[in-house]
């Protein structure tokens, strides 16, 4: 063979075995699972044809009422964020209707009076967009000319010679609305702008989103790695002391090793922030519930231990693992796979089997969580399932089932498929409303009233992490595509023989408590309830 046979047979042969594999290599999905796949896109047609028929255009439907709500500016965000499901689920007719609605959305101005969530709007539209136009073969490019339109109105939320836009902007005057921002807002764009500079060429978009995280990496924070949630874009100093995996901070974390991975970069920041704060989580926040041995990760006032845990907050057991894979480290896959049973507890433990939106636990060091002492019946609960409710909502989120695919796909344990299925059961039990399905007031009963909003990310996220985890490992494989923190895949460059970084970690730096402004948004206002808008995922 001529050397250019030999060259031909490494290309061809190089993805199986050259660079860091996440997946198990020829991973499939027994064929007493085949119906489950199925399932998954059977809550989407119930729900997309809800949505058309009583909302279509709107931002969400409202399944209990048959109205609908647009709390993301009215540019049809159920529409937008749904569309890469539809082309993941091979549903055509639907694609193309989407393409041609989101072909005429108008986003030099947002439809309702309130102001625009830079944050939102990235992962949602800008995410959702891009990653059509991609999985559709780039055969509709007036994906990409809509996707630069909405940026580049976002674009004036990085105001003068910040690194940092600023979280909130009103598009009618181009000027922020809102001055503290966190570390999700301003951390969570570096995959979204990429993919922007990718499709036009423009360098700009990617690099700002970039310097946003950069930023938030250098800053001195109140642990190694683990920057403090508050931030304020016009002076780029952190606000408070909080950290957490939760909302207000959770993306930005899950977007360093992510950025790494779909860029290939070698810039070691993003990896050496990212192994720093992994490192920083366990040494100290990973605590282990005094019943049930289960494993979380806890929040970090300032000063304290607070012993809490959130439905947005276990996106982290996937994340470590996806981490864990690149960074071939043994020690954060099995903390992770802990993880990860932690928060699957919270949805065997109910009496739906879906889990709250938030939680707590005791340990070893006590029981401290910011709040209210456990009442008896909290108490009770905990003694036995080794957690207690402490936001009892569902509101359709997919962070645990988002884990429970990435888990599937890592290690190949069918019981994580049974717990998928379960989640599907679960689902057709509790949820179904007037028409589609709703979020549940109360987890752990099976009589809960119902919440009338579904939001665009049951499209975007819960059900198409459910169908993959039924479909052809092979299909989107966590070896070829990086999910935006809206469930976006993005195609990434093949993987590298190793993830390192620098080999160090990141040196820890004084970190003095900002006074003044505390962040705009306390923790747990990022539960959204009664049409507060989220600050994150
Ligand atoms: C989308 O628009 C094109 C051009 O107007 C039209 O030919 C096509 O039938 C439309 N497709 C759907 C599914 O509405
Ligand atoms: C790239 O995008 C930025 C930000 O929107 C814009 O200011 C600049 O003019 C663009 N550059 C080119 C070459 O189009
Ligand atoms: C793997 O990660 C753990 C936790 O951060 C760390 O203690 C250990 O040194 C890492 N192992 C290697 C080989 O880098
Ligand atoms: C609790 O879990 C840890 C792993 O996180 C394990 O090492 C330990 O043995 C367990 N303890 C008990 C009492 O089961």
Known sequence: MGLSGLLLLLGLFSPSWAGVTVQVPGLQVPPQYASRRADAQKLFTVSYDAYKQFAFGHDDLSPVSRGFSDGRNGWGASVVDAMATMAVMGLDDIFEEAVN????????????????????????????????????????????????????????????????????????????????????????????????????????????????????????????????????????????????????????????????????????????????????????????????????????????????????????????LLGGKLLQNQTIIDIALELNEGCWNTYAGTATGIGPEAFAYISDDGSFTGGNSPSTAQMNFYNQHGYYITSSAYILRPEVLESNMHAWRITGDTKYLDRAASAIDAFNKFLPATVAFAGLNNVNSVTSSLIDDMESFWFAEVLKYLYLTFDDPAHISLDDYVFNTECQPFKAPPALDSYGGSGKLVPAKPFAAQSGALPAVSPNAFLKSAGVPRGSR
Not at 118 to 144: H, M, N, Q
Not at 204 to 225: C, E, M, Q, V, W
Not at 264 to 288: C, G
């Open 101 to 320: 609605f989101t072909a005429n959305i108008d986003f030099s101005r947002s439809k309702t009076s309130s102001t625009v969530s830079v944050f939102e709007t990235t992962i949602r539209y800008l995410g959702g967009l891009l990653s059509a136009y991609e999985l559709s073969d780039e055969k509709f490019p007036v994906l990409v000319q809509k996707a630069k339109e909405v940026a580049d109105k976002m674009a004036f939320a990085w105001v003068g010679n910040n690194d940092m836009p600023f979280g909130f902007m009103n598009f009618a005057t181009n000027t922020p609305t809102r001055s503290t921002s966190n570390i999700a807002e301003a951390g969570t764009l570096s995959l979204e702008w990429f993919m922007l500079t990718k499709y036009t060429n423009n360098a700009t978009y990617g690099d700002r989103a970039a310097r946003s995280a950069k930023h938030i990496a250098n800053l001195a924070s109140p642990l190694p790695g683990l920057a403090a949630q508050g931030i304020d874009p016009a002076t780029g100093n952190a606000v408070g002391s909080y950290v957490t995996w939760g909302g207000g901070s959770d993306s930005y974390f899950e977007y360093l090793i992510k950025y790494a991975r779909l860029t290939n970069t070698d810039e070691h920041i993003y990896i050496d922030t990212w192994k720093t704060a992994v490192d920083s989580s366990i040494k100290n926040l990973l605590r282990k519930s005094t019943v049930g041995n289960f494993t979380y990760l806890a929040d970090f006032d300032g000063s304290r231990i607070r012993h809490v845990g959130s439905h947005l907050a276990c996106f982290h057991a996937g994340n470590w």
